[in-house]
């Protein structure tokens, strides 16, 4: 959630867990806290008076799979455009199923892709499509600056890290005084990550740091490998260096960050619970 003078911004409005990691299901332990995060993403929502999906990823969006689609109603949605620069599954299946599943609901639906939205003193901008990564195969994402009087914000959605020179144009372009940015998608390194990938998202990761920024926060993908400290830390050491925090959203929140799925054969060896996922539709 982005809370501005005017209004609130939930952007991407899921919750998810990986199906098999290290060769694991969920934790039990996961799966609670799962629904935790689910109630706190309703809550969010309930008071949002914008809500944005940038792309049809699971965790990125909910048809009803978990959080009831009753999220929607009344909302202004933006939304990927669900026809362009956009892959097979997501165009065919899962952008279809979402839109027919909260039809109606929003007070407004708009395509976000390379647009402005102002509300009173409050721009909301997207970038034009970017590949969800270094090659086009998982689709593309819209990134989202939000903007005030006070400062700015930019998310970048699922861009791995910015592997390539085309993530970092619309950064650029806005300079915001922080950055929300996933990191790259090192825990597949060798199978859905090449070595030069990962090496160009670190040195891109270390040119976004020159652009201006107060804050850099990491989160989301990279947080998945339990290596993050050790592949991050030269982007960490020239964040100090710079005098920008780096930082990730557990720590903005003030809570501890509890990377479950960067550790789930530890939860495993601690305890054998397997997650009871029969009942995670919420009400």
Same mark, same amino acid.
């Given at each position: 959630?982005?809370?501005? &003078?005017?209004?609130?911004?939930?952007?991407?409005?899921?919750? @998810?867990? $990986?199906?098999?990691?290290?060769?694991?299901?969920?934790?039990?332990?996961?799966?609670?806290? %799962?629904?935790?995060?689910?109630?706190?993403?309703?809550?969010?929502?309930?008071?949002?008076?914008?809500?944005?999906?940038?792309?049809?990823?699971?965790?990125?969006?909910?048809?009803?799979?978990?959080?009831?689609?009753?999220?929607?109603?009344?909302?202004?949605?933006?939304?990927?455009?669900?026809q362009?620069?956009?892959?097979?599954?997501?165009?065919?299946?899962?952008?279809?199923? =979402?839109?027919?599943?909260?039809?109606?609901?929003?007070?407004s639906?708009?395509?976000?892709?390379?647009?402005?939205?102002?509300?009173?003193?409050?721009?909301? &901008?997207?970038?034009?499509?970017?590949?969800?990564?270094?090659?086009?195969?998982?689709?593309?994402?819209?990134?989202?600056?939000?903007?005030?009087?006070?400062?700015?914000?930019? /998310?970048?959605?699922?861009?791995?890290?910015?592997?390539?020179?085309?993530?970092?144009?619309?950064?650029?372009?806005?300079?915001?005084?922080?950055?929300?940015?996933?990191?790259?998608?090192?825990?597949m390194?060798?199978? $859905?990550?090449?070595?030069?990938e990962?090496? *160009?998202?670190?040195?891109?990761?270390?040119?976004? /740091?020159?652009?201006?920024?107060?804050? =850099?926060?990491?989160?989301?993908?990279?947080?998945?490998?339990? %290596?993050?400290?050790e592949?991050? @830390?030269?982007?960490?050491?020239?964040?100090?260096s %710079?005098?920008?925090?780096?930082?990730?959203? $557990?720590?903005?929140?003030?809570?501890?960050?509890?990377? /479950?799925?960067?550790?789930?054969?530890? %939860?495993?060896?601690?305890?054998?619970?397997?997650?009871?996922? *029969?009942?995670?539709?919420?009400?």
């Open positions: 959630m982005i809370e501005t &003078k005017d209004l609130k911004i939930v952007v991407d409005p899921a919750v @998810s867990l $990986a199906p098999r990691r290290w060769g694991l299901p969920p934790h039990q332990v996961e799966v609670d806290r %799962l629904k935790e995060l689910a109630l706190r993403v309703m809550d969010a929502a309930a008071e949002a008076d914008v809500l944005v999906v940038t792309h049809y990823h699971y965790d990125h969006h909910d048809p009803g799979i978990i959080l009831p689609v009753d999220i929607y109603r009344r909302k202004k949605l933006i939304v990927k455009d669900p362009r620069a956009i892959n097979r599954s997501q165009r065919v299946v899962r952008a279809p199923r =979402f839109l027919k599943a909260v039809e109606n609901l929003p007070s639906i708009e395509s976000a892709d390379g647009r402005e939205f102002r509300f009173n003193s409050t721009l909301i &901008k997207f970038s034009h499509p970017v590949p969800h990564g270094a090659e086009e195969r998982m689709g593309y994402v819209v990134q989202v600056l939000i903007r005030d009087g006070d400062g700015s914000v930019l /998310l970048t959605s699922d861009i791995e890290g910015a592997p390539r020179e085309m993530h970092m144009n619309f950064t650029r372009e806005n300079r915001p005084n922080e950055i929300i940015i996933d990191g790259p998608l090192s825990y390194l060798g199978h $859905a990550l090449t070595e030069d990962l090496h *160009s998202s670190i040195k891109n990761m270390e040119s976004l /740091l020159r652009e201006g920024l107060s804050r =850099f926060i990491v989160d989301h993908h990279v947080l998945r490998d339990p %290596l993050a400290e592949r991050l @830390s030269p982007v960490r050491e020239l964040a100090n %710079l005098g920008v925090e780096f930082t990730n959203a $557990a720590q903005v929140l003030k809570v501890e960050p509890l990377l /479950l799925e960067a550790h789930r054969r530890e %939860l495993y060896e601690r305890d054998n619970r397997r997650g009871d996922l *029969s009942n995670l539709v919420l009400e």
